[in-house]
Structure formats: C-alpha cells, structure tokens
C-alpha cells in the first residue's frame, strides 16, 4: 500500500530560525495536503497542493509539490513561538487519506 | 455554529469492555472518518464512510467496529478484541469521499483501558 515518510520526526529551533520539514511517498500522488496539530489540539487543515511543481505560500509559509509529484516540503522562514506544534502531510488516494508520522516542531524564544 | 463534535473528551474503561466514541458533524458532510493517533505516530485510518448505511475498512480495522445509520452520525466502538485500544481516537468529516477534499477534524477522545 501507499506509504508517506516524513523527516525530521522532531526540530528544536530558536525563533527566528527556519524551519523545513520534507515529505516522501512510495507512490505518485495525485495530490498532497498539509495539516497542523497544535499540542493538545486536532490536526487543521492548511493547504492542498495539485499540480506536479505547484509552490504556493501563506504569509511565513512555503508548500512546494515535487515535479514528479511523489515528494513535497514545507518551509516556515523566521519562526514564531505560535510556530510550535506537529506538520503532517497527508498524500490521497481515491477516497482517503495516508497521514505520514509527522514532524514535531518546538520553537525556543 | 457548525462543526464535528466527540464526546467524551477522556474516557477510562476496564480491559475486556468494549466503549462506545460518539462522533457527530452539522457539516452536511457525506463523508466521514476514524483515526487513531499514537505518540510519535501519524493518524491511522480505521473506518471511513462515503454515505449513509456503508462503510469501509481502514488499515487498522481489527478490533473495531462502526455503523452509518444517520448522516451525522457516525460511532467508533472499540471492542474487547483490540489489543492494545489506549490512544488518541480523532473523527473526521469531509463533503465528499473524494481525495481532494479537505478533512474536518473533531477535538478527539483519549482512551485509556486499565
């Protein structure tokens, strides 16, 4: 079955730092979306990207799709202590969902 | 005030009971979802449902079960045959079963089995 591998498990910065964490399929996803777990909280969807090269940002955040469209990252520049919380990227299938384990992100003021 | 609602928020029960998670969404959403969350792990699907009176096996289905009467309804229960059932349970909604679709999350029950 589809398997998504995400790295680093964990990433301690200092705010101000950037921060990226990648995600890797086994398989050619026809799409990716991202979500964030504050801790204590439920996962929030933040985005889905489609298109074999897509980058799309929101304010201090940098999602990028891979050309072959089986990896994709995320990039936080200048982090911020509400930064602090786990990035899951979740790859599709037709009807569901393969969550990678995730990237827990601590942000040190 | 839209949204997916779990209940209990903390559960304890004794091993050998099998324990019923509500799960409930005002989204007129078709689709819905169980996952549980393990420390250090990503979100596994156990069940998902696409309509009403029909559901699917996720990849850690084995020891649970789940029903589809309503729309907006959508139970986990976790039997005694789940080996190891203490976790974070989340239920999700989604407007169609679709892979493009964005996934609601409820707030979560955490089970523990003593």
């Known amino acids: 079955g589809q398997q998504v591998m995400q790295i680093p498990q964990y990433q301690h910065v200092q705010e101000g730092e950037d921060f990226t964490t990648y995600c890797n399929s086994s398989?050619?996803?026809?799409?990716i979306q991202w979500y964030k777990q504050r801790p204590g909280g439920h996962p929030v969807f933040l985005i889905q990207?489609?298109?074999?090269?897509e980058v799309k940002k929101q304010k201090r955040l940098t999602f990028q799709f891979g050309e072959a469209k089986k990896n994709s990252s995320l990039h936080i520049t200048a982090t911020q202590t509400t930064d602090v919380g786990t990035y899951f990227c979740?790859?599709?299938?037709?009807?569901?969902?393969?969550f990678g384990k995730g990237t827990m992100l601590l942000v040190s003021p | 005030d839209g949204g997916i609602t779990q209940s209990p928020k903390y559960l304890f029960r004794k091993e050998g009971q099998n324990v019923t998670l509500s799960c409930e969404q005002n989204?007129?959403?078709?689709?819905m979802y169980w996952y549980r969350q393990d420390p250090g792990q990503g979100l596994r699907l156990i069940y998902y449902?696409?309509?009403?009176?029909?559901?699917q096996k996720g990849d850690i289905a084995e020891g649970y079960s789940v029903s589809r009467e309503k729309k907006e309804s959508f139970p986990l229960t976790v039997t005694s045959a789940q080996k190891n059932p203490t976790a974070f349970y989340l239920c999700?909604?989604?407007?169609?079963?679709?892979?493009?679709?964005?996934?609601?999350f409820g707030p979560g029950t955490r089970l523990t089995v003593l």
């Open positions: 999700a909604s989604s407007p169609q079963g679709r892979d493009y679709n964005e996934q609601f």
């Open positions: 398989t050619t996803l026809s799409n």
């Open positions: 990207l489609v298109k074999s090269g």
């Open positions: 979740a790859g599709s299938g037709y009807s569901t969902l393969t």
């Open positions: 989204l007129n959403h078709d689709a």
């Open positions: 449902s696409q309509i009403v009176n029909d559901f």
